[in-house]
């Protein structure tokens, strides 16, 4: 978080207060709310609820995911899968989803937040830093700072980090995609290292940070997470409507 040009915004932020002053204002009136945690945690499941009820309410939403979300995005995705796990480095690897997240920062997201939208994205910078930098061994600091300079220090306002037990998450997955339920010890290992540095990034910045244990039913969490979204909504009175909107 770039705290430096914090004046400049203060004049317009009256009635916000002081703490939201840093935020609210410097990437435009919208918001960035990012949805975090491992393959089978939920985030979709609760990305749909939010998109839904946010956009009853007349919110202008633009859903997004990573990697992904722009043309070039979605070819490095491709790029990525085509050539499978193994067959590309890990170092290339990080550099690829961080490339492919400076195109969605700057055509999408930016975009989207200046115009006073709240952006929904399903991953962002804390997946790289847990699956690149924990799992693949390349450090944590080293990730962070190749995705800051790839997204020129766009932090989310909210992350909500939906943080579940490994085998919990693999019971999901394998509903989901309707395999056997069965989780190898080196997976658990693998998931347990994730989990780990997902909860060292949400006790780094707390106040940036909803973690909810995520073994509750779907519509409990959902509960949840709207007073979070509440608050930031009433501290961003720029927030933009659908036009014609429900
Ligand atoms: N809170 C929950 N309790 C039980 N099952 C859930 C919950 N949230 C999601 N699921 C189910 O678990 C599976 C994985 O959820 P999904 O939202 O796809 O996770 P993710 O997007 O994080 O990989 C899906 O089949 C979904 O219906
Ligand atoms: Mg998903």
Redesign the pocket.
């Known amino acids: 978080m770039s705290g430096e040009s914090v004046s400049g915004s203060a004049g317009q932020a009256a009635d916000v207060q002081a703490a939201d002053v840093a935020t609210a204002g410097l990437e435009g009136p919208g918001l960035f709310v990012v949805v975090e945690?491992g393959?089978?945690?939920?985030?979709?499941?609760q990305l749909d609820l939010l998109q839904r009820w946010l956009q009853e309410q007349g919110h202008d939403v633009e859903r997004t995911r990573e990697p992904g979300g722009t043309t070039v995005g979605e070819s490095i995705r491709e790029l990525v899968l085509e050539h499978g796990r193994g067959e590309v480095d890990p170092r290339t690897e990080a550099l690829l989803f961080a490339a492919s997240r400076a195109a969605h920062v700057a055509q999408r997201i930016r975009p989207a937040v200046r115009r006073g939208a709240i952006v929904l994205c399903d991953r962002y910078i804390d997946s790289s830093i847990a699956y690149q930098g924990a799992g693949r061994g390349l450090g944590v600091e080293d990730v962070a700072s190749i995705n800051s300079w790839a997204t020129e220090g766009l932090v989310p306002d909210l992350t909500i980090l939906?943080d579940v037990e490994p085998s919990t998450a693999a019971r999901?997955?394998a509903?989901?995609e309707g395999a056997a339920d069965r989780i190898e010890s080196a997976d658990e290992a693998f998931h347990g290292v994730l989990r780990a540095a997902f909860l060292d990034r949400a006790a780094a910045a707390p106040e940036k940070y909803l973690v909810l244990e995520?073994a509750?039913?779907?519509e409990q969490?959902h509960q949840a997470i709207r007073p979070a979204l509440e608050d930031l909504v009433a501290s961003h009175p720029g927030l933009a409507q659908r036009s014609g909107g429900a």
């Open positions: 945690g393959d089978g945690a939920g985030k979709t499941t939906l999901r997955r509903e989901r995520a509750a039913p779907a969490l």
